[in-house]
């Protein structure tokens, strides 16, 4: 695996993740944020969990098809298309299901919309590989 997880003694270890990662290898790569789309283009799900378990989905798949997996992901962005903090925990717990918290790190916002009428949910990652 090339990601190392970066932790502080500086800053407080009451947080369910790390400040930072690093890693070693030859190529980096950036995905588009993953959308919870299927395969027609239609949005799945009209919650929370349900379009964060298909945006997990198809990142999965865009980084499989990189040469990647998800021990590859040094960082991630989840947006939420809510205000409410109670949503974008809704969608963590999604993520925390598939990296657990040795995850890599993630940033965690709430953004007013995203690109897809009645979208809720999207996900980018940076990865390295050999």
């Known amino acids: 695996m090339p990601r190392e997880l970066i932790t502080s003694s500086d800053l407080t270890d009451a947080v369910p993740y790390h400040y930072a990662s690093a890693a070693s290898g030859k190529t980096i790569v950036f ?7 299927d395969d027609e ?21 865009a980084l499989h098809d990189a040469g ?26 999604e993520y925390v299901k598939v990296f657990g918290t040795d995850g890599p790190p993630s940033t965690l916002l709430g953004v007013a919309v995203l690109g897809f009428p009645n979208q809720l949910v999207e996900i980018e990652a940076t990865a390295v590989r050999d």
């Open 31 to 37: 995905t588009a944020g993953a959308c919870p789309l």
């Open 41 to 61: 283009g239609r949005i799945v799900a009209d919650d929370i969990p349900g379009q964060t378990r298909q945006a997990m989905a198809n990142l999965t798949l």
């Open 68 to 93: 990647c997996s998800h021990t590859d992901i040094v960082k991630t962005t989840v947006f939420v298309a809510s205000a409410s903090r109670d949503d974008l925990l809704k969608a963590w717990d």
